[in-house]
C-alpha cells in the first residue's frame, strides 16, 4: 500500500505503531465517545482493517523507530472490514480502547503478545488455536456476535469483567472449548452472557474461575457448559445470576467452589448439574444460595464440606429438588432456609459429618445406603426415627442399620437398640398376617430381642398369676399313696419352664375348672422360651 493511499489518520496510526505510542481520536464528550454511537464519527476516527493488518504483519510502509518498541495503541476508533490475521507471527501488543469494530476479527492460529479490548464494540471474534503471550482482557467491551477461543493457549488472564456477550439460538456468546489459561479466568463485575451459553468444555486454568456478580441467561438451555473443566484454584460464582442449566460434569477443582449468594434458574429442569465433581476443598452453596430447577451432585467428590446452610432449593411437588447419589464429603451441612420443595435423594452418599435440622427435614427423602459417621446434633432416638419415616420408597434395613451404627458409635447403645427395635417392627409390617402376628408376640415379650428384660417381667407375672390361681384350686393328687406336697409356685414352674421337671406336673393335675390355666401357662412357656432363643440369635449374629 502507497504511502499517498493511506489518509491522515491512517498515516498517524502508523507513525504512532512505529514508536509504540498511542492514538487517542476520542472527542472528549461521553456520549459521542460511545462506540454504541461510533457511525457519526466520521473519516477522522475511521481506519481501514486491512491497513492495520498490513502494519502488524509488516506489509506497510513506515520502519521501526530506534530505541521504540512497535505496538498498536488505538483508542476510540472505528475500524471498518474483516481484520484477518490467521496463522500470523505477531510480536506487538495490541490494545484497544473504546473502539467499534464494524466487521470479524480473525486470530484463528496466530501468535501474538498481550491482547487489551477494553470499552469496545464488536461483532465477533475467533481466536481459537491462537497463542497469546501475556494477558487477553476484554473488560466492559459488547459481543454481538462469537468470541471464539477454543483451543486457544494464553499464558496470562483471561478477563472479561464487565463484558457483555449476545449468543444465538444456534451459537453460543462464548465458545473457549479446551482453552488453556495458565492464570486466572474472570467474568466478574456485571459480566453477562445472553441467548447463548458460556462454553468452558475441557477447560485448563491454571487459576481462579471467578464468577462473581456474572449475568448467564439462556433460558430452557445451558448457561455455562463446563464439563470435563480443570481449575488449579477456585471456582468462585458469588452472587451470579443464571437462567438455564449450570453444568459442571467432571469437572476437577484443586481448591473450593463457592456459590454464595448465587441464584440459578432454570425452572422444570436442572439447574445446577455436577455428575463427578471433583473438588479438592469444599463445595459451598450457602449466603442465601437459590437453585429453582433440581440440583444435581450425582458422584461428587467433596474433600471437605459440602455446605447448604441457608440455600433454597425448589423443583416443584414430586420432582427431585437435590440429588446427592453416591456423592462423598468429609461434612455435610444440609441446614437449608427452609424445608426443600421436591424430593432429597441421598442414596448411596457418603457424608462423613452431617448437620441437619427438624425444622427443615424434606417431606420426602430417599435414604437407601446413605453412610454417614455421626450427627453434630444427636437427637433422641425416637426423633431421629421421624426422620426416617421421611423416605417414601418403603422398607429398607440399612438406613436403620446406619442410624444404629451412628448412636453405637457415640456410645448410645439404648438409643441403638430403640432404632434396631423400630427396624424390626418396620420390617414386620410388609410381612403375611401370619408373620405380623407372630412378630406382634415377639414385639410384646422381648421386643424382638431388643427389649430382654421384658422375658422376666412375662415369667414373674405369669408365675404370680398362676401360683395364685393354683393355691385356691388345688390340683388333685394322681396317686394318692404318693408322699410329694403340692407347691404352687413350683407346681406353675413346671408349667411355665417346658425344659425344666420338678415332678409338681407329673405328681398332680389341675381341677377342671383351672385345667384351662395351665394350658395357657404351657404355652405361654414356650412362647417365651422361643423368642427369647430368637432374641438371643438375633443379638449374637448383631454381634
Known amino acids: 500500500m502507497r504511502e499517498e493511499d493511506l489518509t491522515p489518520t491512517e498515516r498517524q496510526i502508523r507513525d504512532a505503531f512505529a514508536r509504540g505510542e498511542e492514538v487517542d481520536l476520542r472527542a472528549g464528550d ?87 479490548v477494553k470499552r469496545c464494540h464488536l ?64 467474568l466478574r463485575d456485571g459480566f453477562t452472557a445472553e441467548g447463548g451459553e458460556v462454553v468452558l468444555r475441557g ?22 457448559a463446563g464439563s470435563r473443566m480443570r481449575v488449579e484454584g477456585d471456582i468462585i460464582g ?12 467432571g469437572a476437577t477443582v484443586a481448591g473450593g467452589v463457592r456459590l454464595w449468594g448465587a441464584r440459578l434458574s432454570n425452572p422444570g429442569g436442572t439447574a445446577l448439574r455436577a455428575y463427578g465433581l471433583e473438588v479438592a476443598g469444599s463445595l459451598r452453596l450457602t449466603g442465601g444460595f437459590e437453585a429453582e430447577g433440581r440440583t444435581a451432585l450425582t458422584s461428587v467428590r467433596v474433600g471437605g464440606e459440602l455446605n447448604l446452610r441457608d440455600a433454597r432449593l425448589t423443583a416443584g411437588p414430586g420432582r427431585t429438588v437435590l440429588r446427592l447419589w453416591q456423592t462423598q464429603a468429609r461434612e455435610t451441612d444440609l441446614r437449608t432456609t427452609d424445608a426443600p420443595e421436591g424430593c432429597v435423594d441421598l442414596r448411596h452418599a ?5 448437620r441437619d435440622d427438624p425444622e427443615t427435614w424434606p417431606a420426602d427423602l430417599r435414604l437407601d445406603g446413605l453412610r ?49 427395635l423400630a427396624k424390626e417392627r418396620a420390617r414386620h409390617r410388609i410381612l403375611p398376617w401370619y408373620a405380623r402376628l407372630w412378630g406382634a408376640v415377639q414385639d410384646a415379650t422381648v421386643g424382638y430381642g431388643y427389649r430382654p428384660t421384658r422375658a422376666p417381667l412375662w415369667l414373674l407375672g405369669l408365675l404370680a398369676a398362676g401360683s395364685v390361681v393354683f393355691s385356691l ?34 405328681a398332680f393335675t389341675p381341677t377342671p375348672g383351672t385345667q384351662w390355666v395351665g394350658y395357657v401357662l404351657t404355652a405361654a412357656g414356650w412362647i417365651l422360651a422361643t423368642t427369647i432363643a430368637t432374641g438371643i440369635t438375633r443379638s449374637v449374629n448383631r454381634a
Open 30 to 116: 461521553p456520549e459521542v465517545d460511545d462506540p454504541a454511537n461510533s457511525a457519526a464519527w466520521g473519516p477522522a476516527r475511521t481506519v481501514r482493517a486491512a491497513v492495520l493488518a498490513l502494519l502488524l504483519l509488516g506489509g506497510g510502509p513506515g520502519a521501526p523507530v530506534p530505541g521504540r518498541v512497535p505496538a498498536l495503541r488505538l483508542t476510540g476508533v472505528r475500524v471498518y472490514g474483516g481484520l484477518d490475521l490467521d496463522y500470523s507471527e505477531i510480536p506487538y501488543r495490541l490494545t484497544f480502547k473504546g473502539c467499534y469494530f464494524a466487521d470479524p476479527i480473525s486470530l484463528y492460529g496466530a501468535r501474538t503478545r498481550q491482547l487489551s
Open 350 to 354: 457418603s457424608l462423613g459429618v452431617i
Open 372 to 420: 454417614y459417621d455421626r450427627f453434630e446434633r444427636p437427637l433422641p432416638a425416637p426423633e431421629r426415627l421421624r426422620w426416617l419415616t421421611h423416605d417414601r420408597s418403603g422398607y429398607a434395613p440399612q438406613p436403620f442399620e446406619q442410624l444404629a451404627l451412628a448412636y453405637r458409635t457415640l456410645g448410645h447403645e439404648n438409643e441403638a437398640r430403640t432404632v434396631l
Open 203 to 224: 477447560a485448563q486454568v491454571g487459576g481462579d474461575l471467578d464468577m462473581t456478580g456474572a449475568r448467564l441467561s439462556n433460558p430452557g438451555g445451558t448457561a455455562l
Open 473 to 506: 384350686h388345688h390340683p388333685v393328687r394322681n396317686d394318692p399313696a404318693s408322699p410329694e406336697t403340692f407347691n404352687p409356685v413350683v407346681f406353675t414352674l413346671d408349667h411355665l419352664l417346658p425344659v425344666v421337671n420338678f415332678g409338681q406336673g407329673s
Open 238 to 249: 458469588n452472587g451470579m445470576r443464571t437462567e438455564g442449566e449450570l453444568r459442571l460434569p
Open 123 to 186: 461483532v465477533r471474534l475467533n481466536a481459537a488455536n491462537a497463542s497469546i503471550d501475556g494477558n487477553a482482557r476484554f473488560n466492559d467491551s459488547r459481543f454481538t456476535g462469537l468470541l471464539r477461543l477454543d483451543a486457544a493457549h494464553i499464558t496470562g488472564v483471561l478477563q472479561l469483567d464487565g463484558a457483555r456477550l449476545f449468543g444465538a439460538t444456534d451459537s453460543p456468546a462464548l465458545a473457549a472449548n479446551r482453552v488453556q489459561v495458565e492464570d486466572h479466568i474472570w
